[in-house]
């Protein structure tokens, strides 16, 4: 693989990683709704629309952070609660913009915009690493058997 | 390891792929290699930027972990035992594993709802083992342990930065 693994990541365009695109509420989606959502569908966040535009964005980390021992109404909508205005990026921006956003900000998720102005999705760091591994698989999947990956305790301990 | 015939994630030291019998084999030497790829390989954890653990007993309340989480400004905590690790508890538990199935966290103890016996990296690990974790075992937040001490905490944001410095920082 003649290809440069750095120079790939740095030529890359948001356009051309996958994108979450169905993880998407209306600010009036109760609490419970969104909770049910993100449980059964496996979501780190989802992304609150108003339209076509992004304007929230709820997270892991906002659970734990504002509401997970707060005694909130299911019934709550998730407007009050999610963090407004995310940092959002264009779909014509190169990744190494969204790498810089994520780990300037601490953020996992970026809602991607398109030419129209809509939101086209949502870029997770997970796809990110996924994206990396995936030009490299001889390099992060395919790896030596490691003795120690497991914590090990004495026989019958 | 992931069968490069069709892919089929096998566990670490088979022989041959369990699925369609491909010879693994010669697949575990990494050949030697430069730039990123190889820093990869060669680099070792420790000198990623991981965090200190943060840390809670396993009789610990639910309630008291989430309370260290947001004041420690951690997406998990590593459950200790003594000086031993038994389990991690994340961000992501609190949802699953608290309030959808809406138990009380003030009266649950950690040790209840954490995962027990997370997987760990070790200090001299190559930075390819963790970004191996996060994209084939999907795990988010990894200890580091040497010799059964915890030392360290390696996060998705940790790798992401690594990242950052190493390709897009030297150009």
Request: proline share 9%; hydrophobic share 40%.
């Amino acid at each position: 693989m003649a290809l440069k693994i750095a120079d790939l990541i740095k030529a890359a365009r948001i356009r051309e990683l996958p994108m979450r695109k169905n993880i998407v509420v209306k600010p009036t989606t109760p609490l419970e709704e969104v909770y049910r959502l993100m449980d059964e569908g496996d979501w780190s966040a989802v992304v609150v629309c108003k339209g076509d535009k992004a304007v929230g964005i709820f997270s892991h980390r906002d659970i734990l952070y504002r509401t997970a021992l707060e005694d909130l109404e299911p019934s709550t909508p998730i407007e009050q609660l999610m963090t407004p205005d995310p940092v959002t990026l264009s779909i014509d921006e190169g990744l190494p913009a969204a790498i810089k956003v994520m780990v300037d900000g601490g953020y996992r998720h970026i809602p991607i915009i398109d030419d129209k102005g809509c939101t086209a999705g949502v870029l997770t760091s997970r796809e990110i690493l996924r994206y990396i591994a995936d030009h490299m698989p001889e390099t992060v999947l395919n790896l030596p058997p490691r003795l120690h990956q497991e914590l090990h305790r004495p026989e019958g301990g | 390891m992931r069968c490069p015939n069709c892919s089929h994630d096998n566990i670490a030291g088979v022989d041959f792929c369990e699925e369609c019998g491909t010879d693994l084999a010669g697949l575990d030497l990494p050949e030697a290699r430069t730039g990123f790829r190889g820093r990869l390989l060669t680099d070792h954890i420790a000198d990623l930027p991981t965090a200190p653990p943060v840390v809670v007993s396993p009789k610990s309340t639910v309630t008291e972990a989430i309370e260290k989480m947001r004041s420690e400004q951690h997406g998990c905590v590593l459950v200790q035992e003594g000086s031993e690790l038994v389990g991690i508890f994340t961000e992501k538990d609190v949802l699953t594993r608290v309030l959808r199935p809406a138990i009380d966290p003030a009266a649950t103890p950690v040790s209840a709802v954490m995962t027990p016996k997370p997987m760990i990296v070790a200090p001299t690990d190559p930075p390819a083992f963790a970004i191996h974790n996060r994209v084939a075992r999907d795990l988010r937040h990894m200890p580091v342990v040497e010799d059964s001490k915890i030392v360290g905490f390696l996060s998705e944001r940790h790798i992401l930065s690594y990242i950052q410095e190493d390709i897009l920082g030297a150009g």
